[in-house]
């Protein structure tokens, strides 16, 4: 089956702009995780959905950085008010269920902040 | 807190040589750990995961590690490199919280970096 897909790939956008960053999790996965890549930071979580809520925020770096996830299945990142530092890949990863599985992850869409 | 160390950013080995990528982790709790590859452009790829058993435990593609709960490691091993191998490793841990529920998020080592020489 498909697995979990992230849109757009690549972004680039500037400084002070607001963008949206969309996951696609695979069907029937109740479990949503963002995670942001960086150079400098390496792997960092940002935030975990059951279903459409979020009871842990705890990885969110900002109030700039928001997201939200609709009928149990895609989710959006928003991230305001962009900076430099927000320049990072953004993965997305699902799994099934309220038990620790594994997680399957997108390709990550790319996010330059110019 | 959880976390996870990975010794050696770099790790590189001719085609046929053993692989060992380290990772080390410290946890109050039982931890769960887990081993993905991460190819260029690409996301991540579970190669294989401890929860609770079998302390041995065998992935994809060949790869095996140990849970060694007296040394906190779970290194990972192949016995044979190959070039196809190259990629960025991570391991990654996640625990039960207190109240034996679980939010499943990963905390992730640094990486390693495997290169394998022809």
């Known amino acids: 089956g498909a697995g979990v897909s992230q849109s757009p790939s690549n972004k680039v956008t500037e400084k002070g702009k607001d963008v949206e960053l969309r996951c696609d999790p695979i069907?029937?996965?109740?479990?949503l995780y963002w995670y942001r890549q960086s150079l400098g930071q390496g792997l960092e979580f940002l935030i975990y959905?059951?279903?459409?809520?979020?009871?842990?925020k705890s990885g969110l770096p900002s109030d700039r950085f928001s997201a939200e996830r609709t009928g149990g299945s895609v989710s959006t990142l928003t991230i305001q008010r962009t900076q430099q530092e927000d320049s990072a890949v953004y993965l997305c990863?699902?799994?099934?269920?309220?038990?620790?599985?594994?997680?399957?992850f997108g390709p990550g869409t790319r996010l330059t902040v110019t | 807190a959880q976390s996870v160390t990975q010794l050696g950013s770099h790790v590189s080995v001719s085609e046929g040589a053993l692989v060992l990528l380290r990772c080390n982790y410290s946890?109050?709790?039982?931890?769960?750990l887990f081993w993905y590859v991460q190819y260029p452009n690409q996301g991540l790829q579970l190669l294989l995961k401890?929860?609770?058993?079998?302390?041995l435990v065998k992935g994809i593609n060949g790869f095996e590690a140990e849970f060694k709960k007296s040394e906190t490691s779970f290194h990972l091993t192949k016995p044979s490199a190959h070039m196809s191998d190259a990629a960025e490793y991570f391991c990654?841990?996640?625990?039960?919280?207190?109240?034996?529920?679980?939010?499943?998020?990963?905390?992730f080592g640094q990486g390693t970096i495997l290169t394998v020489h022809p």
């Open positions: 990654a841990v996640s625990v039960y919280n207190a109240g034996g529920t679980s939010y499943g998020k990963l905390t």
């Open positions: 946890s109050s709790v039982p931890p769960y």
């Open positions: 401890y929860t609770t058993g079998a302390t």
């Open positions: 990863a699902s799994s099934f269920g309220r038990q620790i599985r594994e997680q399957y």
């Open positions: 959905f059951q279903g459409n809520s979020a009871p842990d």
């Open positions: 069907s029937g996965h109740t479990a």
